[in-house]
T-cell receptor, first 111, second 110 residues
């Protein structure tokens, strides 16, 4: 069974802080994703990566960056957190013919 | 642009009643469509995909290319079906960029 693990379930950060959200998958998937989940807006793609050190912007990359130094790990970075980045963040991975597999999510509150 | 539309934010039905969650897509080719479900305090997970043509937990979804729809149906709703449901289309640009709808919250009332 595919396991996508997000390191934190809840995070509270202050405006201006640098925030790291970590995600690890154990199925050797090439592709990994970061989404924001907001009520009424569904899932919006922030960034994705199709290989180590490769990344592409999604639909809402502003204010975010990512890092993929190892195949199993995909990190989302908020360089300077703002209150409008308060949200649920979902990590996902996929490979071959498998469907998207999601982590449990990290609920980030920026005060 | 490719788009997935779920017109209902909230759908409330009584237990035992039929359920239909609507999903429309905009894509001119052969789409790959999915339904994902998120139960309370659980991760988002695949419910079914159109290429499987299977029934999961009593739910089915038929691709209607003429109407560009992929509605999710169940003849008799159960309380445990209460959840958030997302329709998704797999991007066709050679990557795995899924496009999600805005989601429909299903509440099954006792």
């Amino acid at each position: 069974d595919v396991k996508v693990t997000q390191s934190s379930r809840y995070l509270v950060k202050r405006t201006g802080e640098k925030v790291f959200l970590e995600c690890v998958q154990d199925m050797d998937h090439e592709n990994m994703f970061w989404y924001r989940q907001d009520p009424g807006l569904g899932l919006r793609l922030i960034y994705f990566s199709y290989d180590v050190k490769m990344k592409e912007k999604g639909d809402i990359p502003e204010g975010y960056s990512v890092s993929r130094e190892k195949k199993e790990r995909f990190s989302l970075i908020l360089e300077s957190a703002s209150t409008n980045q308060t949200s649920m963040y979902l990590c996902a991975s996929i490979g071959g013919n498998s469907p998207l597999h999601f982590g449990n999510g990290t609920r980030l509150t920026v005060t | 642009a490719q788009r997935v539309t779920q017109p209902e934010k909230l759908l409330s039905v009584f237990k035992g009643a039929p359920v239909e969650l609507k999903c429309n897509y905009s894509y001119s080719g052969s789409p790959e469509l999915f339904w994902y479900v998120q139960y309370s305090r659980q991760r988002l997970q695949l419910l079914l995909r159109h290429i499987s043509r299977e029934s999961i937990k009593g739910f089915t979804a038929d691709l209607n290319k003429g109407e560009t729809s992929f509605h999710l149906k169940k003849p008799f709703a159960q309380e445990e079906d209460s959840a958030m449901y997302y329709c998704a289309h797999k991007g066709t640009s050679g990557t795995y960029k899924y496009i999600f709808g805005t989601g429909t919250r299903l509440k099954v009332l006792a």
